[in-house]
């Protein structure tokens, strides 16, 4: 369980609240919010490259508010994924593990592991700059969740794909869930994501959060309202345009 | 599209022009070269021979040092520079370039100034066993201060153009400072650390008008090359710079083709 409490962060004029924020062993936390109102300032906040001014960071009582990034467990997946351009794929999933002097076997068994599972077996020996949106995606899902983080932070992490990349990515990320189960910390301002993926949704608006709800509960909330609306206009033209039936293609 | 043929026309014109502007004067050089002089200076006269070899290697020796040296307190320092915020940065990013501002004489006396026999820091160097007057050292020196911006500022370039997000994962994944530093940051650097160095090698083989006020003895080139304009006349300069320059080309390229890899 993670504990955020009164935390107050300063970076220049801008200024970031959370007064009481738990996310729950296993819990897949969506953060959405408009651009610029500080979902990325928190995320580095969690992970120790921003200092708080005040409040408390703790993981199951351990105050880790003070650690530097390294000794926290959160892994972060940034919104270009931050491969390491100079190693292999391979080289990249093992990275946290070699980091931790683990034994060279046992390295390979659990990137050859992780790999299969996140269908990049074949890529293993492939740069960075050769794979597509999609598989460096999974590459840095790889790399983050073979060190068994405490908590995945994932930036945006859908951004950069076209839509096709996006639906698929989705359903791989819910499969995985089930498969491995971990904690997450997902950021975006895509409604679609955050519905399909929370537990729980937190809104945070010029700096400050404004709530955590269940998605049921988020979506009839005022934040959710332009979301809607926007879901709504497609709706309606859908059915001026006399197709309510889609059938979708997979 | 007659206008983007004109536009590349007229690019073509002025890059040529551009090249032939450099090239010129090496290949004046490489004409004006005499076979026999060539010869007799470097390999049949014992007198001649024996100061032309010496100060060659004196050259390549002392500015490979001064690369090495430059490196070793570069790749610290631009870290610092670039990863870091602190009051005055911009006064010591000023500072660093000065000795690109200078005339070379004037940092000469600015080096006695601070680390020869009666300068400030004179005393402090004495008593590790460096003088710089006259001295391998002093050459090492001159050839440091008037390479320093050159290095600083390319290894600076390098460091800027890493994204930093890459260093913040391999933090997240539990990496400190230093295992960042080894395992992302400097590998990540390197053709940087090639660049810089050859440029200040460069910069540090061209270097004459400190080396004369720091250190006239041991001969450089360079110094060489003035004293035998002087007192032997052009052939025998050309001949000492022909060397040099077939030897920096060649360096030059055989580094760019292997960074290239
Ligand atoms: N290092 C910094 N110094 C000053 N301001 C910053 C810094 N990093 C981010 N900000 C500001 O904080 C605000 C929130 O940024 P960010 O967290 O990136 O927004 P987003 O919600 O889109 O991820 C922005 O106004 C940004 O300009
Ligand atoms: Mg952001």
New binding site residues.
């Given amino acids: 369980m993670i504990e955020i409490k009164d935390l107050y962060v300063e ?4 200024t970031l609240k959370i007064d009481n924020l738990i996310i729950n062993e296993n819990e897949y936390l969506v953060v959405m ?10 995320l580095h906040t969690l992970a120790g490259f ?1 200092k708080p001014k005040k409040g408390v960071i703790r993981y199951n009582n351990i105050d880790l508010t003070m650690e530097p990034p390294e000794k926290r467990g959160f892994a972060i997946i940034p919104q270009d994924f931050g491969l390491f351009p100079h190693m292999t794929v391979y080289e990249n999933i093992a990275f946290g593990l070699v980091i931790r002097k683990i034994d060279r076997n046992r390295i390979d068994e659990l990137v050859k592991r992780y790999a299969e599972l996140m269908e990049i077996s074949h890529l293993l020996h492939r740069k960075p700059n050769t794979l597509s949106g999609g598989e460096k995606q999974r590459v840095a899902l790889a790399r983050a969740l073979i060190i068994k983080p405490r908590i995945i932070l994932l ?1 945006e992490p859908f951004s950069n794909l076209d839509p096709s990349l996006r639906v698929k990515m989705l359903g791989f990320l819910k499969r995985l869930r089930k498969q491995l189960r971990f904690t997450a910390i997902h ?1 975006t301002h895509d409604i679609i994501e955050a519905l399909e993926l929370a537990d729980r949704i937190a809104y ?1 608006h010029r ?1 400050e959060l404004k709530g955590v709800f269940t998605p049921s509960e988020f979506v009839n909330t005022q934040y959710a309202k332009p979301y809607m609306n926007e879901l709504l206009l497609v709706y309606k033209r859908l059915k001026q345009l006399g197709i309510d039936n889609v059938n979708i293609v997979t | 599209m007659i206008k983007i043929e004109k536009f590349l026309l007229t690019l073509s014109i002025i890059a040529s022009l551009g090249i032939l502007f450099i090239l010129t004067p090496i290949i004046a050089l490489f004409i004006a070269v005499d076979p026999n002089t060539l010869v007799k200076t470097w390999f049949t006269d014992p007198l001649l021979s024996e100061q032309a070899r010496n100060a060659l290697l004196l050259t390549l020796e002392a500015a490979f040092t001064s690369s090495i040296l430059l490196m070793i307190i570069g790749i610290p320092l631009s870290y610092f520079l670039t990863r870091y915020g602190f009051r005055g940065k911009n006064i010591v990013e000023a500072i660093i370039d000065i000795p690109l501002m200078i005339p070379h004489a004037v940092a000469g006396i600015m080096i006695l100034l601070a680390y020869g026999r009666r300068g400030i820091l004179g005393p402090l160097l004495s008593v590790t066993g460096i003088v710089i007057e006259d001295s391998f050292w002093g050459i090492v020196t001159a050839m440091m201060f008037v390479s320093f911006p050159i290095m600083i500022d390319t290894l600076k370039l390098g460091y800027l153009s890493i994204d930093e997000s890459i260093e913040l994962v391999a933090r997240s994944m539990g990496a400190n400072r230093l295992d960042t530093f080894v395992k992302i940051t400097l590998p990540l650097l390197l053709p940087s650390i090639v660049a810089g160095f050859l440029l200040s090698w460069a910069r540090a083989v061209s270097e004459v008008g400190a080396i004369l006020i720091v250190a006239y003895y041991p001969k450089t080139m360079n110094v060489l090359v003035l004293e035998w304009f002087n007192s032997y006349g052009l052939k025998y300069a050309v001949s000492l710079s022909f060397v040099l320059v077939l030897f920096s080309l060649i360096v030059f390229i055989l580094l760019k083709t292997v960074v290239k890899k």
Wanted: proline share 5%.
């Fill in positions: 970076l220049g004029n801008f919010g408009p651009s610029g109102v500080g979902k990325t300032v928190f921003i930036d950021v945070i700096g």
